[in-house]
């Protein structure tokens, strides 16, 4: 009987001990930003989230290229954005082409162009001898250049990339930076800076900009979510109203598409066309 009875008291606090070991350390929320949404997951999860998201890119085999913010390629220049997209044969469509190694998505590759063209002046079409164009290549991680660099300009787009991670992309492409580094962000966010991984505080720094003298958007598709870059699994930013949806990755805000039609003129493309 004794034996017995040591033996289920040892049972019963080895259960103990793994299910306290399974809790989240400093952790009490239930969800995290998986593509930029707030997810509920379990703790196995939630650790690989918080260092990598589908909006970084972390390899580009046999290309050595220099990356900002993640997701953000830096030409050779350096430079933000070299142009807009220039219009083709008084239309302003952007030609893109679809490596084979990422032709099985086409349909998510197409949904993300569809998101930015239901609710603004910009067209795309597929290539047929353009010597300008998005070329989508698979990648580990998402990523574009910042505005139109000219030739085939590539958008790296990984497995992992959801249609709005890579619209999130195609809109850096267009020329827009990500809502997060704006000079004004402090009046909206909290950058929770200690939380942030080390040698990554350079995803939150200011980016100077024409901000087109519109109205910070915490909702912008071009927003980080509050677990970006966290070496712990704690938020790296905080919104000031904690009542609204950032880092969403499903559509674009009324202030993205305002943004998007504004850089391109796109009232004056309209009453032309």
Same mark, same amino acid.
């Given at each position: 009987?004794?034996?017995?009875?040591?033996?289920?008291?040892?049972?019963?606090? @080895?259960?103990?001990?793994?299910?306290?070991?399974?809790?989240?350390?400093?952790?009490?929320?239930?969800?995290?930003?998986?593509?930029?949404?707030?997810?509920?997951?379990?703790?196995?999860?939630?650790?690989?989230?918080?260092?990598? $998201?589908?909006?970084?890119?972390?390899?580009?085999?046999?290309?050595? @290229?220099?990356?900002?913010?993640?997701?953000?390629? @830096?030409?050779?220049?350096?430079?933000?954005?070299?142009?807009?997209?220039?219009?083709?044969?008084?239309?302003?469509?952007?030609?893109?082409?679809?490596?084979?190694?990422?032709?099985?998505?086409?349909?998510?590759?197409?949904?993300?162009?569809?998101?930015?063209?239901?609710?603004?002046?910009?067209?795309?079409?597929? %290539?047929?001898?353009?010597?300008?164009?998005?070329?989508?290549?698979?990648?580990?991680?998402?990523?574009? %250049?910042?505005?139109?660099?000219?030739?085939?300009?590539?958008?790296?787009?990984?497995?992992?990339?959801?249609?709005?991670?890579?619209?999130?992309?195609?809109?850096?492409?267009?020329?827009? $930076?990500?809502?997060?580094?704006?000079?004004?962000?402090?009046?909206?966010?909290?950058?929770?800076?200690? *939380?942030?991984?080390?040698?990554? *505080?350079?995803?939150?720094?200011?980016?100077?900009?024409?901000?087109?003298?519109?109205? %910070?958007?915490?909702?912008?598709?071009? $927003?980080?979510?509050? $677990? %970006?870059?966290?070496?712990?699994?704690?938020?790296?930013?905080?919104?000031?109203?904690?009542?609204?949806?950032?880092?969403?990755?499903?559509?674009?805000?009324? @202030?993205?598409?305002?943004?998007?039609?504004?850089?391109?003129?796109?009232? *004056?493309?309209?009453? *032309?066309?």
């Amino acid at each position: 009987m004794y034996i017995h009875s040591c033996t289920m008291f040892c049972f019963l606090i @080895l259960i103990w001990i793994v299910r306290v070991g399974s809790i989240p350390i400093k952790n009490s929320a239930s969800t995290v930003s998986v593509n930029g949404t707030a997810t509920p997951v379990g703790s196995h999860l939630r650790k690989s989230n918080w260092v990598t $998201h589908a909006e970084t890119l972390k390899e580009i085999s046999d290309v050595s @290229l220099a990356v900002a913010e993640g997701d953000i390629l @830096l030409s050779d220049e350096r430079l933000a954005v070299k142009s807009l997209w220039p219009a083709i044969n008084g239309i302003l469509s952007i030609p893109y082409m679809i490596s084979p190694g990422v032709a099985n998505r086409r349909d998510t590759i197409l949904a993300a162009f569809k998101m930015i063209s239901d609710s603004t002046c910009i067209r795309f079409h597929e %290539y047929t001898n353009e010597d300008n164009y998005l070329n989508v290549i698979p990648a580990k991680g998402c990523a574009s %250049y910042v505005g139109f660099q000219g030739g085939a300009q590539p958008l790296y787009f990984d497995s992992i990339c959801s249609s709005g991670n890579l619209c999130h992309e195609v809109i850096h492409a267009l020329g827009l $930076h990500h809502e997060h580094t704006r000079p004004d962000r402090d009046h909206y966010i909290t950058i929770q800076w200690d *939380e942030v991984i080390p040698g990554k *505080e350079s995803n939150f720094v200011f980016k100077q900009g024409d901000t087109q003298n519109l109205a %910070y958007d915490v909702e912008s598709i071009m $927003h980080y979510g509050s $677990h %970006y870059f966290s070496k712990n699994g704690n938020p790296t930013i905080i919104p000031k109203n904690n009542e609204v949806n950032m880092g969403q990755r499903t559509h674009l805000s009324p @202030l993205d598409i305002i943004r998007i039609n504004k850089l391109y003129h796109c009232g *004056e493309w309209q009453r *032309e066309n």
